[in-house]
């Protein structure tokens, strides 16, 4: 994003606009568009400020107002998909599955599954623990 201009430039640059020159002189002078010296004056008028406007830096998370709901969800479901979880939040608020999983990043919460977990998580394969990481035999 590029960084405002700088209040002496904007100083110089209706210091010359007041002496009489041109709002495209001044802007060809200081290699500024016409059009930014056009909204610096009128700024000056409305408002009496030149100062640059305040930066936004991104837009704020639609799931934060959520934030409670969306954690306790997936405390109670955590190995529910995406699209569940979309479809379980659809009583709040209408969401996209990469809106969500941008949230969940956000909130630093992985959802990376155990490969030897089931679809519910409350069970193990019936693999003992002791054998683990070791290959199997297939008969």
């Known amino acids: 994003m590029a960084k405002a201009y700088s209040m002496d430039l904007r100083e110089r640059v ?19 568009s ?10 000056r008028r ?5 100062a640059p406007k305040q930066q936004r830096h991104g837009s704020k998370p639609k799931l934060e107002p959520y934030e409670k709901e969306v954690r306790q969800l997936v405390s109670e479901h955590p190995d529910a998909t995406l699209a569940e979880f979309c ?17 969940l ?16 998580g409350s069970r193990r394969c019936c693999f003992p623990a002791s054998r683990m990481g070791q290959t199997l035999r297939v008969h």
Do not use: N, P
Request: hydrophobic content about 30%; some cysteine; overall charge positive.
């Open 87 to 103: 479809e379980m939040l659809s009583q709040h608020v209408s969401v996209s599955t990469a809106t969500l999983c941008d949230f």
């Open 46 to 50: 409305e408002t009496g400020s030149i």
């Open 105 to 120: 990043r956000h909130l630093k919460i992985t959802r990376k599954k155990d490969s030897l977990r089931y679809r519910t």
């Open 14 to 32: 209706l210091k010359d606009c007041d002496t009489g020159m041109r709002s495209e002189d001044v802007a060809q002078k200081y290699t500024v």
């Open 34 to 43: 016409a059009s930014w010296v056009y909204d610096l004056r009128k700024k």
